[in-house]
Structures are given as C-alpha cells and as structure tokens.
C-alpha cells in the first residue's frame, strides 16, 4: 500500500530532551515536507526536501532541523524542544512538487512538559 | 508571510444541506488544491486545479479556480455525515519548488 509513515504517532517529552519523529514513504517521490497543525492556525509548513541532500526552509523552520540522506526518509529533528513546540505535526510527500499536492501521513503529536 | 483566508471558520449544518466555503489571497496562485482532514488522520487530497476559471467536480463536491487567480471555491452538495472534517485550501508558492501553503481551514459539522 502506497503511504507515509510516521513514528511516533504520540510522544510526551520534556524540555530540553533531544528527540527525532521519523517518516518514511514508499511511493517513490522526490518531494518531502513537514507541517506542525496549531489549532486557529492550519497547516504550517516547517522545512521541506525537493531531493535527496536538498532541503529548504519553510515559514516555521526554527527549532527544527531536518536531513534528507536516503530518497525514502525525512526525519525531524528537534535538538533542544521547547512548549510552544507541542503541536500536531504530518509528514508529506509529492511526485513532483507543488502542482501534484503533497500525500500525507497520518500524523504526530507531540506534547513537550 | 503569504497567506490563504478561508471562510467560514466552521458550518453546522443539517444533513441534505449543500455547503460552499471559498479561499482568497493576496496574491496570484498557478494552482489550487482542495484537502479534507477526518479526526485523527492526516489531510486528503479532495480537488486540484490548474487552469483560472476551471470546474472541477469530485462526486458531491465540486470545486472552482476563481477567474482572478486570487480565490477558489469549494461547494458540497447533499451533504451527509461523513462530510464531516476540516476542508484546506492549499496553493503553492510560485518558484519555490515544494513549498505549498495552506488556509486556516473550515470546519464542517453535518447534523443528522
């Protein structure tokens, strides 16, 4: 089944604690992103990858990081979170960038304390 | 930033009603895109549209590319429970490779 895997779909964490939320996909694409989902607020896009070894800021890119090594993974990572980091976050992905629309997965939320 | 302006914010309305929700910009969108979010799942890709003036239809739901290239329309005809969801619009950012951005939703409830 063509998908979007990402793990952990729920993480407690505490301030300060390194963490990383991993998303996989299976379809091939060359496009990738990350949004966090804030409640009044929609869809923000925090980073996104147009191919392996390329990546690109989107309008809420700190306090993230990300990599793109392998065509099939785009892990976030969080290096140092913070509270007003707690949020819904999805990872997506696209054939062939914008026009085609992103496919995402199903989801992560974090809550950090 | 560039942003999407959806409205309404949220609908309540009964079963067998249609619906219509619109998007506007600022600024001049190529593309539109049309997603629906169930509880607990990530959004779904409903409607794309490419062309200024262009109609789309996806079973009950039928979207347009708004003629300026500032806005676009969703309509939901018959509406039935499983309607239910939060409804983004989506556009990309011209140039800018894999950067698309989204509306602040509207949130649809269907009351049997």
Known sequence: EAQVTQNPRYLITVTGKKLTVTCSQNMNHEYMSWYRQDPGLGLRQIYYSMNVEVTDKGDVPEGYKVSRKEKRNFPLILESPSPNQTSLYFCASSKGGYNYGYTFGSGTRLTVV | ?112
């Open chain 2, 1 to 112: 930033g560039q942003q999407l302006n959806q409205s309404p914010q949220s609908m309540f309305i009964q079963e067998g009603e249609d619906v219509s929700m619109n998007c506007t910009s600022s600024s001049i969108f190529n593309t539109w895109l049309w997603y629906k979010q169930e509880p607990g799942e990530g959004p779904v890709l409903l409607i794309a549209l490419y062309k200024a003036g262009e109609l789309t239809s996806n079973g009950r739901l039928t979207a347009q590319f708004g003629i300026t290239r500032k806005d676009s329309f969703l309509n939901i005809s018959a509406s039935i429970p499983s309607d239910v969801g939060i409804y983004f619009c989506a556009g990309p950012m011209r140039n800018q490779g894999g950067k698309l951005i989204f509306g602040q939703g509207t949130e649809l409830s269907v009351k049997p």
